[in-house]
Nanobody
Framework: VQLVESGGGLVQPGESQRLSCAAS????????MGWYRQAPGKQRELVAL???????TVVDSVKGRFTISRDNAESTVYLQMNSLKPEDTAVYYC?????????WGQGTRVTVSS
């Protein structure tokens, strides 16, 4: 199983960025997918989830700015991040979960700074 994140990098406050996570080795459509993040010196925290049926949840700190979506045909989950703030700086991790198991990606770093 592989979850490969991409799209991280350095952006200025107020800008947008889209993260992608390409999955292989799983029946993607059967998995709930999520994005977590871990800022320096802090614990990993949930950012957004999307169920196998497409229902989404985002945490309050990013509500109205971040959107999670999935493309089952491409086995890919996305995190569209708008109006980025310095406090969004973190390593973002992709997560896949099903009754058969759960998996993490290696993470992609997002730095929001002027």
């Amino acid at each position: 199983v592989q979850l490969v994140e991409s799209g991280g990098g350095l952006v200025q406050p107020g800008e947008s960025q889209r993260l992608s996570c390409a999955a292989s080795g799983i029946i993607f459509s059967m998995y709930a997918m999520g994005w977590y993040r871990q800022a320096p010196g802090k614990q990993r925290e949930l950012v957004a989830l999307i169920t196998s049926g497409g229902r989404t949840t985002v945490v309050d700190s990013v509500k109205g700015r971040f959107t999670i979506s999935r493309d089952n045909a491409e086995s890919t989950v996305y995190l569209q991040m708008n109006s980025l703030k310095p406090e969004d700086t973190a390593v973002y991790y992709c997560y896949a979960a099903a009754p058969s198991g759960a998996y993490w990606g290696q993470g992609t770093r997002v730095t929001v700074s002027s």
